[in-house]
């Protein structure tokens, strides 16, 4: 499948949003993607590795113990299995990475395709954007555990214990 130019672009995005010193590349893709940000980050004398796992090594996330700052799922999806892809993106979610992005043509319920809305926002994954194409509707979603949920307001330390009330009153 072709994607349209647009999604690279706002991988770009999210990718120099987040400042990544690791990113992790999943997916039949050109890692050249990332050229661009590690020159940024080469003028700045700061570092940044990108690994790169293609779609027949794909399963290869499952035994990852090492911790990415950014994952990028391009072009993998509509390739694997759904069972295969609920692992990975758990694995992701859960061990590789703090931040992740996919993008994937999703499907209507009378569609072929094997994903949809209802299963990625399963994995609490935000959508982005959609692309439309000719071919398909694409969708580019994303994952952060910084801004997964939003704290309270009852959970701050002025609501603990109350230090100030003590041996004010008699309960």
């Not at 299963?119 to 935000?126: E, G, I, Q, V, Y």
Request: hydrophobic letters at 40%; proline letters at 5%; glycine letters at 2%.
């Amino acid at each position: 499948m072709i994607y349209p130019r647009d999604v690279q672009f706002d991988i770009d995005t999210l990718i120099n949003d987040a400042q990544p010193k690791t990113i992790l590349a999943l997916g039949d893709f050109d890692a050249a993607l990332f050229d661009e940000y590690r020159a940024q980050k080469s003028l700045l004398q700061q570092p940044c590795e990108v690994e790169h796992v293609s779609v027949s090594d794909c399963m290869q996330v499952m035994r990852m113990a090492t911790r990415f700052d950014v994952a990028v799922a391009f072009n993998l999806f509509e390739h694997i299995s759904r069972q295969h892809g609920m692992q990975i993106l758990a694995r992701l979610r859960d061990v590789v990475a703090a931040q992740y992005c996919i993008c994937l043509p999703l499907g209507k319920h009378d569609d072929q395709s094997h994903w949809q809305l209802t299963d990625l926002f399963s994995f609490a994954l935000k959508r982005v954007s959609t692309y439309t194409t000719p071919e398909a509707e694409f969708s580019l979603f994303k994952y952060s555990i910084y801004d997964y949920k939003s704290t309270p307001d009852w959970l701050n330390p002025d609501n603990w214990a109350n230090p100030h009330m003590w041996n004010k009153f008699r309960w």
